[in-house]
Structure formats: structure tokens, C-alpha cells
């Protein structure tokens, strides 16, 4: 009895030890909550080697009994006053002092000495091994996860940057001549009745190639085509009738050529019926019009113009500023080359400045305006051949002694020539096709670099140009969808497109590019022309804008490496066919373009691309017949190509520009000394940001991706400075683009010169003044904005 009396006394006394013992392991969990047992810094200092002393005890055998009850009696200690003497409780000096006094309770003893020994190994080893599944399970986990992220995610663009070189190296050589002709004879023998059936045909080859993304973009345009019958040129005096070709309108027309005599036209030019005396003005200059007026008066008259020398669209400004009604425009054979055989055909030209004329300046969608616009000159115009020119001056054929020497055409000053021009063309709204492919960029996917190439309805006619420049992109899709497959990509998005309607006016080039005008302005880099890639065969003329000649000049070096011939030609900025027009000159892009022509003949043989003459089809096989020149122009291009759109920091130079507006400046009879001075700081500050911004980019080991972005977008709207409000017709609005080869002035201030001459006024020259002065200065500004936002973000991480 007294035993029993006793325990209850002893269980008592032995409790509050074990609730001391149950607060103590309970210290570190009910930190978290901000128990109001744990208010002082020193408490929580306990608590912490509370755990850890715990944490030693979990070592030693038999205490695996205590975890296992422990659950059991945490009721009792939640069954308790809240209200305890915590005082007793000091941290220990030794590392199991947390033990020692339940150790020193006789009552802990009786209830947790029983035999551990064999469940504590037996239950070790199943913690062990459960550690050691959970290690190797997590282990195979994370190399799965880090397989399949490397395998989706792309590399960082420096990454890339080593291997750049070898990429382009790869891509390059898988273009192959045979692959190129083989696309070019595909294209010529399919069936084709319009615009769309072609661009169809196109789409389905790119998708093939493995481009995902291919639309067919379609917009309903105002075109002028032939009318049922060719047009007409009577001599009054003699009453005989000639077809464009030189042909007798009496003779039944050659079947084989009545396609050829229906294009002969001159589209978009007035139409009707014109009777007057025929007036010679040579290649319709200035000068040749202020010697033509002092001598007779021109209202109503029909001119004999020579094609070539200046732009088309400016010189029949003149002639219907003058007061003319007709032109009869041909080419000299002195200025054709030798090889060519073009002498007794006529051929078609297009007086449309680009676009749907129906719809200036706006795109051709649904719902738009359409103004009444069935011609966009006053002139009847109308292309003839030379044999029909020569016949008009009444000179006879050539003979073996003219052969040898050239003599230019020229009207006789004595007697007059009336004759009738007869002109039909037909205006009628029809569907022109563009077929766009998206390559999208892994870096920077809202920036584009566009390779536009063209293709053609109008059968067999304007040569075989178009076939040549969409083989060639084909063929570089070619090469560079198979290292896309492998999961390459470049860093920005590159888009191919074949544009409708080229040869009427850029028409489906232009109705895009309004559609899309908003996003192009800020996301476009470059535009890469493949417009007539191979026109003959004597030389490489590579065209460049300023900012874009050192990248030109470099992939020619590029693709020397395999070859022993290399072309070495020097780079250019002309004004050029195609359709690029739209992106140079009212979106302000960086351009490039690649092609084989053949020697001038003259130096009145610029501007004679204008005219497209029908080609027989074996004409381009004839000029490369093993297609090595068109795999040269594809390589040439492609290196550009890739530079541009996977290059970190992009390869445009400031610093060109500058020397190019200098350069433009020199020998000018208009060189104002404020134009030449702001032509200076121009360049000073173009220098400053060569050195101070691009050659630290270019540093893989200083290149910041913010900086990268903040200096393309810089460098992105270098040329958009120069794009003047209005040019003349037929001239750039980009002054950074000369006339041609011959001339290193700016146009404009060039066309302004020459207006003064007719016009004994200099309100023009000083007109064009302003606008060079003031797009001279408005790049100083905006290059001086550029370092100026580079410095402020130093400034500000300092």
C-alpha cells in the first residue's frame, strides 16, 4: 500500500521533467508560430542546440523507442498548464546534456530500457537505403530535366558567336549550280494561266524545303494590260503602218511573236489616238530640251526620246512639263552591248512609280478608296524598236562598214515628220499574289531581315529573270533548311518573299509594305534584293547602301576562299531596279544586291534595265550555262544574309555613311559652306561612335545583351535620316543613293542645278539645299542621341 501510495507521489514528481524534456525537443517548431514561451533572444539560442543536441541523440541506440512513443504521449503534455517554470532549463555545456536529465529519472528508465538493439539496426538500414533511393532517384530525375532543357531552350547569342563562321561555311556549300538549274527549269515548265498559279507554285516549293511558315498574301490592284490589238505608228506623209516592232501593219503578224508585238506598250500611259509632227530630243536632257525650244514650239508634239542616261519617270516629266503630247522611246544600239541582239524588237515599259495607282500611299485592302486614276501621265506613250527608229529618221539599214563603227540615231534637221500614234491599253482590277516565308529568329524574333525575289504572269516576256531570282532563293532555302531541322536558328527572323506584279510597278512589293507599314518601320534591319540576279555575264555588280558597302565588300572575300577567281568588285550606292524601291525609300532600310550584268556600252547605258525586252527562254541558259554565276550570286547573298540576321551586333558602319556624305559633297557647284560644315560633325560623331560603341560590342567578353539591343536599334536607323519629303519623279528620296556610277553628287541637288538652267530661277536649288542641310543634320542629331543615351546608362550604373 504504501508502494502504491508512494507512486503516485513519484509519477508527479517525475513529471514535470518529462513536460520540460517535451517543450525542449518542441522549442525550434514552435519558434515559427512565436510561441509566448520563446519572447528573448537567449530562449531562442536554446532552442536552436536544442535540435542539434537532438539531432545527436537520433545516433544513439534505444532512441528510436522514444520517437516511436513519443507521439503516443504528447497528449499529456498538451493536457497541461501553459502556465510552467521554464527557469530550469539552461543550455548545455555538453552535447548531450539535453539527455542527461531524463537519464537521471528513474521512472525514464523503467519505460525506455528495453532490449533496441536488433529493431534499431534493422530500422538504420531501411533508413539508409530510403536515403539512398530518394539520392538516386532525384539524381536520374535532374539529369532528365537537364537533358530535355538543354535540348529545348537556345543557347545565349555569345554561344553562338565562335561558331558562326563554320555555320555559314556549312550552309554555303551545300548551294549547288546543278540544284539552282534544276529549280529554274521547274519553273519555266510549269503551267501557268496568272499571278496566283505561279505563287502557288512557289508556295508548295518552299514548304517543301521544310519552311513552316509560308502565307499567300493577295491584294486586288488597278492594272493596265495590252488591249486586243498592238499599237500602232503611222508615217502620215507615206501612209504606212508599222507595229511597236518595226513590222508592217499590212503583213499578217508573225504568229510566234503576237504576244511579243501585244506587250509592246508602254503601261499606265494615256490612251487614244495622237496626230502631230515627230520631234527628236535625243535622251531628253536639259540641255537637249532648251536647244529643242529655242528652236521650235513643242505643245501637242510627239518626241523621239532615247532610253537611258537618267531615269525614265524624270524625263518624261520634263517632256510633259514642256507641253508635249507623245513620246516614241527606243534604245540605241550604240548603247546596247555587242552581244545583243536586240535591234528589231520592241519592248514594255512600266510608267507607274509603284503601287496600285488607285490607291497611293495606302494599301489595296478591302474597303479602301479607289481614286479614278486609268493613266498616270498626260503623255501617250509608246515604246518602239530601233529598226523602227532608224525607218522613222529615214536612214537605211546598217551595213558590214556601220557594224564595225556605231553611229547614234539621230532625226535629219531638215523636213517635217507627222505621224499618228495609236495606243490601247486596257485598264482592269485584277489579283496579284505575294508569297511571304517566316524563319522565325531564336534571339530577337521582332527584328527582319527580308530576302525579296519576284515572280512573273506575263509569259516569256521580260526575260527569264524572274525564274532565275526565285531559284536562287529556293536554293538557298535549300541549303538552310536542313541546319534548321538540326535545331540552328538564327537570331533574328528572316523573311523570304516573292513579290507579284514587279514588272507593272513593284505593285505587290508596295501593297504589302503599306499594309504592313507599322510594324516594318520598327522591326525591319535590312532588305536583301535578288531582283534579276543574272543579266549577262562580264561582271559582278554588287550595290550596297552606305552602311551596308564593308559587308558587301567582305562576303565577296568570303567566297574567294573556294574558288580561285575571285570577283573583287566594288561596291556601290546606285539606284537600282526592283523591288526594293519601297524599303530604301520610304521605310529608310539598309539594302544589298548581288547580279552579273554585262558591260556598259556607253556611258549613256545606265537606266536601259527599265526596258523589258521579250527574251526567248534558252536566253539565260545561253549567258550561264552551267549556272556557276547564279550559285556565286546565291553564295554571295546568303553570306549577307546570314551575317546580318545572326551577327550579335549588327554589320551596318556608321562611319561610311559620314564619308559617303562627304564624298557627295565634293566638287559641288552647290557646296554652301553650312552644308559642308554640318557634313563634319556628321562625321566627327560618327567616328566617335565607331570607337566609343561598336568596337567594344564587338568584344565578346564586354558585351552586355541591354547594351547589344540599345546599339542595334541605334544602328538600325542609321539611313532613315536621309530619306528626303519629295524627289523628282523616276529619283531616289534617299539621297544616299547616286543616279549611277558616273555622277558622286547628290541627286537632287543635281536635278535642282539642271531645273535652274531651263527655269533661270534658283527657289529649286535652294529648295534642295534645305532638304540635304537639313537630313545632313538631322543624322548628326540623331547619332549624337545615340552616344548621348549610352553615356547617361553608364553614368547611371556607376
Known amino acids: 500500500m504504501e508502494m502504491g501510495e508512494n507512486e503516485p ?59 516511436l512513443d513519443s507521439a503516443a504521449q504528447q497528449h499529456l503534455g498538451n493536457s497541461q498548464s501553459p502556465d510552467l517554470d521554464l527557469e530550469p532549463i539552461q543550455p548545455s555545456s555538453s552535447p ?44 536520374i530525375f535532374g539529369i532528365v530535366i537537364g537533358y530535355y532543357a538543354r535540348k529545348k531552350c537556345p ?21 549547288k549550280a546543278e ?53 500602232t505608228v503611222t508615217l502620215q506623209n507615206s501612209g504606212e503602218c508599222f507595229y511597236p516592232s518595226g513590222q508592217q501593219c499590212s503583213r499578217e503578224p508573225k504568229t510566234l511573236h503576237s504576244q511579243d508585238l501585244l506587250y509592246s506598250y508602254a503601261a499606265y500611259s494615256a490612251k487614244g489616238t495622237l496626230e502631230a509632227e515627230l520631234v527628236d530630243v535625243q535622251y531628253g536632257t536639259m540641255d537637249d530640251l532648251i536647244r529643242i525650244q529655242a528652236i521650235t514650239n513643242v505643245t501637242k508634239k510627239i518626241a523621239l526620246l532615247k532610253l537611258g542616261q537618267s531615269p525614265l519617270l524624270y524625263k518624261l516629266s520634263l517632256l510633259e512639263d514642256a507641253g508635249f503630247g507623245g513620246v ?15 535591234a528589231d524588237k520592241a519592248f514594255m515599259v512600266s510608267l507607274n512609280s509603284g503601287g496600285d495607282p488607285s490607291t497611293p500611299g495606302y494599301a489595296s485592302i478591302d474597303g479602301s478608296y479607289r481614286q479614278n486614276r486609268l493613266n498616270v501621265t498626260t503623255l501617250l506613250v509608246q515604246p518602239i524598236s530601233a529598226v523602227l527608229a532608224r525607218k522613222l529618221v529615214s536612214l537605211p539599214g546598217e ?40 524563319l522565325k529568329g531564336a534571339v530577337f524574333p521582332d527584328r527582319y531581315v527580308i530576302v525579296g525575289s519576284h515572280h512573273s504572269s506575263l509569259k516569256g516576256y521580260g526575260g527569264q529573270g524572274w525564274a532565275s531570282s526565285t531559284a536562287v532563293t529556293t536554293a538557298l532555302l535549300q541549303a538552310l533548311m536542313p541546319k534548321v531541322k538540326k535545331g540552328w536558328r538564327p537570331d533574328r527572323t528572316v523573311l523570304f518573299c516573292s513579290w507579284g506584279g514587279t514588272a507593272l510597278g513593284n505593285i505587290g512589293s508596295y501593297e504589302w509594305a503599306e499594309d504592313f507599314r507599322s510594324v516594318l518601320q520598327r522591326n525591319v534591319v535590312a532588305y536583301i534584293s535578288l531582283h534579276n540576279p543574272v ?44 523591288d526594293s524601291d519601297y524599303f530604301i525609300n520610304h521605310l529608310g532600310v539598309p539594302a544589298t544586291q548581288f547580279s552579273y550584268e554585262d558591260i556598259k556600252a556607253s556611258e549613256n547605258s545606265s537606266f536601259l534595265s527599265e526596258a523589258l525586252f521579250p527574251v526567248h527562254a534558252t536566253k539565260t541558259e545561253e549567258l550561264d550555262p552551267s549556272f556557276s554565276l547564279h550559285e556565286t550570286i546565291a553564295k554571295l547573298t546568303g553570306q549577307v544574309t546570314l551575317q546580318i540576321a545572326t551577327d550579335p551586333v549588327l554589320p551596318f558602319n556608321a562611319l561610311d555613311i559620314a564619308l559617303e556624305v562627304q564624298n557627295s559633297l565634293k566638287g559641288d557647284e552647290a557646296g554652301v559652306p553650312q552644308l559642308l560644315a554640318v557634313a563634319a560633325r556628321l562625321r566627327d560623331t560618327a567616328e566617335l561612335f565607331q570607337s566609343d560603341e561598336m568596337r567594344p560590342a564587338n568584344d565578346p567578353e564586354e558585351r552586355a545583351p541591354v547594351r547589344v539591343r540599345m546599339l542595334n536599334d541605334v544602328l538600325q536607323g542609321l539611313e532613315k535620316s536621309f530619306l528626303v519629303h519629295q524627289a523628282p519623279p523616276g529619283l531616289y528620296r534617299n539621297i544616299l543613293y547616286r543616279l549611277d556610277d558616273r555622277t558622286s553628287q547628290f541627286s537632287v541637288l543635281l536635278e535642282a542645278l539642271e531645273h535652274c ?19 545632313i543634320n538631322s543624322a548628326q542629331v540623331y547619332f549624337k542621341a545615340g552616344l548621348d543615351v549610352f553615356e547617361t546608362t553608364l553614368a547611371g550604373k556607376k
Not at 521533467?17 to 533572444?41: F, I, T
Not at 486586288?220 to 495590252?226: E, G, T
Not at 527606243?330 to 548603247?335: K, L, V, W
Open 535 to 578: 543579266t549577262g555575264n562580264s561582271t559582278l555588280h554588287p550595290v550596297a547602301s552606305p552602311s551596308l558597302q564593308q559587308l558587301a565588300a567582305e562576303s565577296q572575300s568570303f567566297n574567294c576562299v573556294e574558288k580561285a577567281r575571285c570577283p573583287g568588285s566594288n561596291v556601290s550606292s546606285v539606284q537600282i531596279q526592283g
Open 96 to 139: 548531450k546534456g539535453r539527455f542527461q536529465r531524463l537519464q537521471e529519472d528513474p521512472d525514464y528508465i523503467s519505460h525506455y530500457t528495453r532490449q533496441p538493439k536488433p529493431k534499431s539496426n534493422r530500422c538504420s538500414f531501411f533508413r539508409i537505403l530510403k536515403v539512398f533511393c530518394t539520392a538516386l532517384i532525384l539524381f
Open 757 to 775: 538652267k531651263l527655269h533661270q530661277s534658283n527657289e529649286t536649288v535652294q529648295a534642295a539645299l534645305s532638304e540635304v542641310l537639313n537630313s
Open 155 to 175: 543557347s545565349p547569342p555569345t554561344s553562338q558567336k565562335p561558331n558562326n563562321l563554320h555555320i555559314y561555311h556549312e550552309i554555303l556549300k551545300e548551294i
Open 328 to 342: 516614241l522611246l527606243y534604245t540605241d544600239p550604240c548603247d546596247l552591248p555587242k552581244a545583243a541582239d536586240l
Open 179 to 231: 540544284n539552282i538549274q534544276k529549280i529554274y527549269r521547274d519553273l519555266l515548265e510549269f503551267p501557268r494561266e496568272d499571278d496566283a498559279d505561279i505563287a502557288m507554285k512557289i508556295l508548295g516549293q518552299w514548304h517543301s524545303q521544310g519552311l513552316e511558315d509560308v502565307q499567300l498574301v493577295n491584294y486586288s490592284v488597278l492594272l493596265d494590260l495590252p488591249g486586243p490589238s498592238s499599237n
Open 399 to 438: 551595213d558590214t562598214a556601220q557594224k564595225d563603227r556605231c553611229t547614234p540615231l539621230q532625226l535629219p534637221a531638215a523636213g517635217k515628220k507627222i505621224i499618228s500614234l495609236n495606243i490601247q491599253s486596257v485598264t482592269t482590277y485584277k489579283t496579284i499574289s505575294n508569297v511571304i516565308g517566316y
Open 9 to 67: 507521489s513519484a509519477g508527479s514528481a517525475a513529471q514535470p521533467d518529462k513536460k520540460m524534456a517535451y517543450h525542449k525537443v518542441s522549442a525550434d517548431q514552435r519558434a515559427q508560430g512565436h510561441s509566448p514561451y520563446l519572447d528573448n533572444d537567449e530562449l531562442q539560442a536554446t532552442a536552436l542546440e536544442l535540435e542539434w543536441d537532438m539531432e545527436k541523440e537520433l545516433e544513439e541506440p534505444g532512441f528510436d523507442h522514444f520517437r
